[in-house]
């Protein structure tokens, strides 16, 4: 069993940074990681996703560029640096750890096993 607890949400101004934690417990975490967020009135939607080594990530498209996923696998815990944030990134944001080794990264939801409880990010002036 793996517990995902997410950290670093908050209010930030549009426009400005921010970076978003997940460290798991429980076991060290071999299997890809991703993030989703809810945003308020819509579907959860499927973000960035990180295998083991870090050497593969996959985007959702619209988000290239200004969100990078990464990890630490000695401190077990995925990062999501938010870049150039806008009102509509403003959502409930979630980690997730894969049920299983894929060769393909997968966006989505039922492909992932563990989640955390999420951490709410609210972009206004």
Known sequence: QVQLVESGGGLVQPGGSLTLSCAAS???VTNAMAWFRRAPGKEREFLAAINWSGSTRSYEDSLKGRF?????NAKN????QMND???EDTAV???AVDREHRVVLSPF???Y???????QVTVSS
Do not use: E, M, N
């Open 26 to 28: 429980g076991r060290a």
């Open 68 to 72: 990078a996923i990464s990890r630490d």
């Open 77 to 80: 815990t995925v990062y999501l």
């Open 85 to 87: 944030v806008r009102p």
């Open 93 to 95: 944001y979630y980690c």
């Open 109 to 111: 939801q039922y492909d």
């Open 113 to 119: 096993a563990f989640w955390g409880q999420g951490t």
